[in-house]
């Protein structure tokens, strides 16, 4: 049934994104542009927006070698600004987050009807306790990020925080079919300026640190119009899933053993994932994995906040 609903998916895909495709050629060209424009308006703010173009890199030890990578796309959207991006407003990520401060989202935007983010993050901010955002002196400062992770074709999502810098994530949500659901995530994310750099590698109890996947970037001028955006992210989304669908192929072909969804065999995965998680704590409290804690919060609880999804189609 997975099957063959990645092929129906994969099908009418193709045929929805060739039809977009050729409007956006047209809605380019430069006559048919001057006439569109104030028709369609154009309410893009360069401002909200940051650029980044680099690279990402699998690189799997275990059971097999196998490494990959291919060149990326990403946006920095101030979320304020930018509300329609996500299922999370600013103000919902702010109260996961426990801030007062903006939010910028990270994510590779859905081109001519389709959408693959893998990994989306939410760094959210804290202001300046010096004072208010904007006053002399005074600068929001990162406190906590969310990540939003999809996983196609099974359409699922979850959510859940971590800290900037290093931190150590139980394995909420079945990503891959050729990984199980007992390791735990090793995330580290610097705060983002001219270079973004994001790992994650996974830590497993009998094969070690097995896995990591790294993203790294450099930022790039942002476009002029929203009609320049579209452009820059042409078919981007569906080159991610060409190259990760291409690697499972690769995967399967060397013979690594499949892994079904846990859903048939374990319905309680879930409340499994979110009791390993609390079982990590004392490695986040003791500073093993980064200041999980702030040192100015009074907060000791050792429950992440993590909610899980269904990710409508075309997984948004």
């Not at 495709?21 to 927006?49: C, E």
């Not at 859940?160 to 079945?174: M, T, W």
């Not at 990590?280 to 200041?291: E, V």
């Amino acid at each position: 049934m997975e099957v063959f609903y990645l092929v129906w998916a994969i099908a009418s895909t193709v045929v929805s994104s060739s039809l977009l495709s050729i409007l956006l050629v047209i809605r380019s060209l430069p006559l048919l542009s001057q006439f569109l424009s104030p028709l369609i308006g154009d309410r893009y703010d360069g401002t909200a927006v940051r650029l980044y173009e680099g690279r990402v890199r699998h690189s799997r030890t275990k059971p097999v070698v196998n490494s990959f990578e291919y060149p990326v796309r990403y946006a920095l959207f101030d979320l304020e600004r930018s509300p329609d991006l996500s299922h999370l407003s600013a103000d919902r990520a702010r109260e996961a987050a426990g801030t007062d401060g903006p939010v910028f989202l990270l994510t590779i935007p859905a081109s001519v009807g389709y959408e693959q983010n893998p990994l989306k993050v939410y760094y959210c901010y804290n202001l300046n306790q010096e004072g208010k955002e904007g006053e002399r002196g005074s600068s929001p400062r990162l406190k906590k990020c969310l990540a939003e992770v999809t996983n196609t074709p099974w359409g699922e999502k979850v959510f859940f925080e971590f800290c900037p810098g290093s931190d150590i994530v139980a394995k909420p949500l079945h990503v891959s079919p050729f990984m199980d659901m007992t390791g735990n995530w090793i995330i580290h994310a610097d705060e983002p300026g001219e270079n973004l750099f994001i790992a994650i590698s996974v830590q497993h109890p009998t094969m070690g640190n097995y896995f990591v996947a790294t993203l790294a970037a450099k930022r790039v001028p942002s476009p002029t119009s929203s009609l320049n955006l579209a452009m820059y992210f042409w078919s981007m989304p569906h080159k991610v899933a060409v190259w990760i669908y291409w690697q499972a192929v690769k995967l399967w072909w060397k013979n690594v053993p499949f892994v079904g969804h846990p859903k048939y065999s374990n319905p309680s995965y879930r409340d499994d994932a979110l009791a390993r998680d609390n079982e990590l704590c004392p490695l986040r409290l003791n500073g093993q994995f980064g200041n999980h804690l702030n040192q100015n919060s009074n907060d000791k609880s050792s429950s992440r906040w993590c909610i899980w999804r269904d990710a409508e189609w075309p997984w948004a």
